[in-house]
Structure formats: C-alpha cells, structure tokens
C-alpha cells in the first residue's frame, strides 16, 4: 500500500493546505510499518486540480494532510485515494501511527478560499490552537 502525506521540507511536517503543497512524502506501508519512502515534487503537476491524477499515478491509496477543500475531496474520492485530514505534526510520525492503525485525524478538517490569501479560512473542529495554511 502507498500513502502520501502533504509535506514541508522546511520542517518535516504535514503541509497544512492540500491545494498549495509543493511537495508529497510517499510511504510504502507493508506488514504495519513503513517500508521505505520518497519526496516527491509537485511543481510541474499544473496546479490544484492535477494533484488528484497526481497521486494516483504514483499509485498512492491514502492521503494525511492538514485541511482541503470540497472540491479537492471529491477529485482524490473519484480516483480512489481515500482521505484522511485534520492531520498535524511530522510527516514521519503520522505515517507510522497510520501504519500502525493509531493515526488521529479530523475527518471534518477542511479550507475555504474566498479572493484569495485575505479571505481565507480553515476551520478544524475540536482542535484548540491548530493553525492552517499562511
């Protein structure tokens, strides 16, 4: 099984807004660990609406990432890859805790965007203090 985790090379995290990730960490899951992983580019996909195509020709089943939006949702749904938002913290860890069946995840996290950066905002229920996007 794969799985891709949004994520920022500047930390090692889960990158807090699918639309506008530069790059994915995919994982191998095999036998509840993660096997091996590669980081992967997104710059040349062509913007928010390849991400879903994206991933799946990298044959990645599962998503981790912080909010998205309805739209985004519905593209990976329509090519098989399951989601799981509302995730923050080390890319690293989240992958291993959803290999290991413990991975926390906010089913309702999600963003909105409205003219831009000045109108937007993400909202993730039940979790005090969680910041999203810039």
Not at 9 to 17: L, Y
Not at 36 to 62: I, Q, R, Y
Not at 92 to 113: G, I, P
Not at 118 to 128: A, K, Q
Request: aromatic content about 6%.
């Amino acid at each position: 099984m794969k799985i891709a985790a949004t994520y920022s090379k500047d930390d090692g995290s889960v990158f807090q807004h699918f639309g506008r990730t530069e790059w994915f960490k995919i994982y191998t899951i095999e036998d509840g660990k993660a096997t091996g992983s590669e980081v992967v580019s997104a710059a040349e996909t062509g913007g928010h609406s390849a991400l879903a195509p994206f991933l799946a020709e990298k044959g990645v089943d599962v998503l981790i990432c912080g909010g998205l939006g309805g739209g985004a949702r519905m593209a990976l749904s329509s090519v098989g890859i399951t989601v799981l938002p509302g995730v923050v913290g080390s890319a690293d860890e989240a992958a291993a805790a959803f290999a290991e069946n413990r991975l926390e995840y906010n089913e309702n996290a999600t963003c909105h965007h409205h003219d831009g950066e000045e109108g937007h905002s993400c909202h993730h229920h039940g979790e005090e203090g969680h910041h999203c996007c810039h």
